[in-house]
């Protein structure tokens, strides 16, 4: 999250005129931050407009992120980016009474301006439910939830925000703002990680960092167009912390530990072995597949690109296939290429463009122990391979009937 002044209000020459007539002003609207929750979709939290009109008695919270579960296909449209998403109204107290229930925080801050632009502003939220507009396609790090309720308030905020402060950098990328949320759920935060390639590794601009519900609420108060936030429920439920190591660290070292011995220590069996490397090589495969579908597929930036596709490598295949059919020369081939892209990564590790979890280390650290094993202890595993298939061809007590070679007779 943002380090800024969220307890202190940038002061402008209107700032002091703006706040006088917010509060002599029937209608207000305010800025709703919420904190995150523990279903998959709250994990980041929330952030909607509230409207409130002392002259006809309403109070209504504009939330721009609903979406329909039973709409076909839903998981598929959302990770190809087709999925929309819609702007809906509730009452106030409807919507508290979904935060206090799940003990999730609540903030509250006022948009700074005139009566006359908060009502413009109110009137196109009223706009924006109409049938033909209230539908958009959502994009998790540039058009969601809170970016288009900072876009609205920005547009109509009279105390202007100077582009050199929005296009500043906050010293962030996109990856590590998203750790204080996903890091304590390790398997989540593993895979979030794997499926996001060097987009998510940009640094963020304070314009962008408010894709985070929580950001947005200190860049609102930072920058004047909203007054500091305001306590309106105390929810307890926070995130669970990361974790050094995390589990899937601790298991993917285990795992490489064990495979290590497999090969040194364990007496050589050629068909366990090989059935080792197709497991391996197959689940990589797999792996980059989704990864390279994802890329060519879906409409979501942040998931092209991905450079997890140089060890987790669709052309896999070619070693799966070959080690099962004993294709010697194909499976020397390839696997030449694919360490050269193993060691690529493990020398580059620090310095490639995309960040690489630290939990991939014995991942990968394991895919080329396997890969050099293979190429260079072959010739041990053809001659162990050839006298395991002449063992199986011998059958006890049966004779061919020609004599022995060993026989005079």
């Not at 979406?67 to 087709?82: H, N, P, S, V």
């Not at 063992?391 to 022995?404: D, I, K, N, R, Y």
Request: contains cysteine; proline residues 7%; glycine residues 4%.
């Amino acid at each position: 999250m943002l380090v800024l002044g969220a307890s202190s209000l940038a002061i402008t020459a209107q700032t002091p005129k703006l706040i006088l007539a917010q509060a002599k002003s029937p209608l207000k609207v305010s800025i709703l931050t919420s904190g995150p929750g523990q279903q998959l979709y709250a994990l980041f939290g929330h952030t909607a407009l509230r409207v409130r009109d002392a002259q006809s008695g309403t109070d209504h919270v504009y939330n721009f992120g609903t979406f329909d579960e039973d709409t076909d296909g839903f998981y598929l449209k959302f990770l190809a980016g087709t999925l929309n998403y819609q702007i809906a109204r509730t009452t106030y107290q409807q919507y508290m009474a979904e935060y206090i229930a799940d003990n999730r925080w609540v903030f509250e801050q006022q948009v700074l301006a005139d009566p006359d632009v908060l009502q413009l502003l109110a009137d196109s939220l009223e706009k924006l439910l109409l049938p033909e507009n209230r539908n958009y396609l959502y994009s998790f790090f540039t058009n969601n939830c809170s970016t288009r309720v900072f876009d609205l308030v920005l547009f109509y905020a009279q105390n202007p925000v100077p582009s050199d402060t929005l296009l500043k950098p906050v010293g962030h990328t996109y990856r590590k703002a998203l750790r204080p949320y996903i890091g304590g759920y390790e398997w989540l935060n593993v895979g979030i990680n794997l499926l996001l390639g060097p987009f998510a590794d940009q640094p963020m601009s304070l314009l962008q960092s408010t894709f985070l519900p929580e950001n947005l609420m200190y860049v609102s108060a930072g920058t004047g167009i909203a007054t500091p936030p305001q306590s309106v429920f105390d929810g307890t439920f926070t995130p669970p912390a990361p974790q050094e190591p995390d589990v899937p660290m601790i298991l993917f070292w285990i795992l490489l530990l064990l495979l290590i011995a497999e090969a040194f220590v364990m007496k050589p069996a050629v068909r366990r072995s090989d059935i080792i490397d197709i497991i391996l090589f197959a689940a990589s495969a797999a792996l980059g597949l989704l990864l390279l579908a994802l890329w060519l597929w879906s409409h979501h930036l942040p998931l092209h690109l991905n450079l997890n596709l140089l060890w987790a490598n669709p052309l896999n295949v070619l070693a799966v296939w070959s080690i099962a059919t004993r294709h010697k020369l194909l499976t020397r081939i390839w696997l030449i290429v694919y360490l050269v892209l193993l060691s690529f990564i493990i020398i580059n590790w620090s310095r490639m463009p995309q960040v690489f979890p630290l939990e991939l280390m014995p991942i990968v650290t394991l895919l080329t122990f396997r890969t050099v094993n293979r190429l260079f202890r072959f010739r041990q595993k053809e001659a162990a391979a050839d006298e395991e298939v002449m063992e199986e061809t011998h059958v006890p007590g049966h004779s061919s009937g020609l004599p022995e070679r060993n026989n005079p007779g």
